[in-house]
């Protein structure tokens, strides 16, 4: 087991930088503020980077709701680092080898923990972001790396709604240490040594969330979104026992809570798109394009041929997979599942 030396003199001793300063990024730097002093965002955009640093708003996703004015705010990336013990990222996946290689590990002047708060995939070389950073920041700079993940719109937190989360790491004394930084008025952790399967969790449940919307969409009623629901739980647990862990970790929050949350609700967007495609009864590209960090539909394919290859069946990701790719009308499609005709 690693030397570790936590501190625990006092709470704000630690230095947080986001990158990312987007829905997601801006809000856990929000409550991380509340009880950390140094809190450092650090994002692309000039107007909203200054929106955060001198109107302690960020309009775009927020309007006039308050950001702490404790919140820094940066679009150097020297700056943002400089002092940085945790590095928590909140970018679209689809950049994140990137930033990390070229953005993050040049300008570290220290060894920092890294926390992924991204849902998604890394889509080239069909790997999970944790094992990302893992290649791209050598041991000597990396203290650990984490997953914080749940039930959690972006919105809702800058509301301060009571919101619950898993901390993952492989090595479980990391996060039980790191716990307390996160824990807030509003805010609570529990921990796992599960990050894979955290990792797994939160990218399928953006799928499921289509599903669910696409359901939902077609008009169908309670009874049949709560069947979804279900089947949706069972095949979370046949992926994360794929990844050798305990299917009981579908009981954390990034599990159950995450899909039925992203699974119910027009906040989500990987919801309403899947809503879009039931109310037209068909994909589109304009509905596609509506969207932009609609992580769950990229997963589809993945998660599709995952199956494939490993023989394991998932009958909702063959729904989605003939919804999305093979342009089958989701009307079709769903009435012959639910039928129970094998398509
Ligand atoms: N929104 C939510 O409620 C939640 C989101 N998440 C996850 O968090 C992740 C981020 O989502 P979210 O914050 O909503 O997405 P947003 O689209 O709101 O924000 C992404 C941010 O990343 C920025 N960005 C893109 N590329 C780079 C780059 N190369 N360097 C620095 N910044 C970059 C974008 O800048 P620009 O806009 O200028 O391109 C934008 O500010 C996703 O994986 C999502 O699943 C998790 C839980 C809740
Ligand atoms: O993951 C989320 C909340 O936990 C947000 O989901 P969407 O990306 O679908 O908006």
């Not at 909203?48 to 702490?68: A, G, P, V």
């Not at 041929?305 to 009307?331: D, E, H, V, W």
Request: hydrophobic residues 40%.
């Amino acid at each position: 087991m690693k030397n570790i030396n936590f501190r625990n003199d006092f709470l704000s001793d630690y230095n947080f930088t986001i990158i990312g300063s987007g829905a997601f990024g801006t809000a856990v730097a929000n409550f991380l503020v509340s009880k950390n002093d140094n809190v450092i965002i650090y994002g692309i955009d000039e107007k909203e980077i200054s929106d955060i640093q001198n109107n302690h708003k960020n309009t775009k996703y927020f309007e006039s709701i308050k950001l702490k004015a404790k919140l820094k705010a940066t679009t150097d990336i020297k700056r943002a680092l400089q002092d940085a013990d945790i590095i928590l990222i909140a970018i679209p996946s689809h950049s994140f080898r990137d930033v990390l290689r070229k953005n993050i590990l040049p300008n570290m002047k220290k060894p920092a923990y890294f926390v992924n708060l991204a849902k998604g995939l890394d889509y080239l070389e069909i790997k999970f972001l944790n094992q990302i950073i893992e290649e791209e920041i050598p041991q000597k700079m990396n203290l650990g790396v984490l997953k914080l993940s749940g039930p959690s719109f972006a919105k809702e937190l800058v509301e301060e709604e009571p919101t619950k989360f898993v901390l993952a790491c492989k090595d479980i004394e990391i996060a039980n240490n790191l716990k307390k930084y996160f824990e807030t008025e509003y805010t609570k952790i529990v921990t796992s040594n599960a990050i894979v399967g955290i990792e797994a969790l939160s990218v399928i449940k953006n799928s499921l969330a289509i599903l669910l919307g696409i359901v939902n969409g077609l008009g169908y009623g309670m009874n049949s979104r709560a069947y979804i629901f279900t089947e949706s739980l069972e095949e979370m647990k046949k992926i994360v026992k794929l990844y050798g862990f305990d299917e009981n970790i579908i009981f954390l929050p990034a599990g159950v809570g995450d899909l039925y949350l992203t699974g119910n609700s027009k906040k989500s967007r990987n919801f309403s798109v899947g809503y879009k495609i039931g109310k037209a009864n068909k994909v589109n590209k304009k509905i596609l394009n509506s969207f932009v960090t609609i992580e769950g539909l990229r997963s589809i394919e993945i998660i599709f041929s995952l199956a494939i290859k490993k023989g394991i069946k998932l009958n909702l990701f063959n729904l989605l997979y003939n919804i999305t790719y093979k342009n089958i009308r989701p009307s079709e499609v769903m009435d012959q599942f639910f039928k129970g005709i094998d398509k």
